[in-house]
């Protein structure tokens, strides 16, 4: 079982950068890493992930090139650097893991979740 926790949200103007962070309690060598959202009043949506067999990153064509994602086993971390933030943007960063062989985009897939952490983008 993972326990996840997310740090690293806050608030920053459109343009800015934020670098979010997401410690497991276990190891997570093993597991598919993924970032979802969630504006008020929307779904959950995904962000990026990164495969655990193959170390290949996956993301949301709204944030190819702006987004990256990482992940070091060692520390049990995964992290998603955002930069050119956008105020639509503005949302609960989740952090997520799957045991799935096969990369998913959909949260139903992903086992275990992080409490979420705040992220506002003002314009």
């Keep these: ?3 996840l926790v997310e ?5 920053v103007q459109a343009g800015g950068s934020l670098r979010l962070s997401c410690a497991a309690s276990g190891r997570i060598s093993t597991y598919t890493m993924g970032w979802f959202r969630q504006a008020p009043g929307k779904g ?3 962000v990026a992930a990164i495969s655990w067999s193959s170390g290949g990153r ?3 064509d ?3 090139g702006r987004f990256t994602i990482s992940r070091d086993n060692a520390k049990n971390a995964v992290y998603l650097q955002m930069n050119n933030l956008k105020p639509g943007e503005t949302a609960v960063y989740y952090c997520a893991a799957s045991t ?3 990369v998913s985009h959909t949260p ?4 275990y979740w992080g409490q979420g ?3 506002i983008v003002s314009s």
């Design 1 to 3: 079982q993972v326990q």
């Design 7 to 11: 740090s690293g949200g806050g608030l």
């Design 44 to 46: 959950r949506e995904f």
């Design 58 to 60: 996956y993301y949301d």
């Design 62 to 64: 709204s944030v190819k």
């Design 100 to 102: 799935g062989v096969v």
């Design 108 to 111: 139903i897939n992903y086992s």
């Design 117 to 119: 952490t705040q992220v």
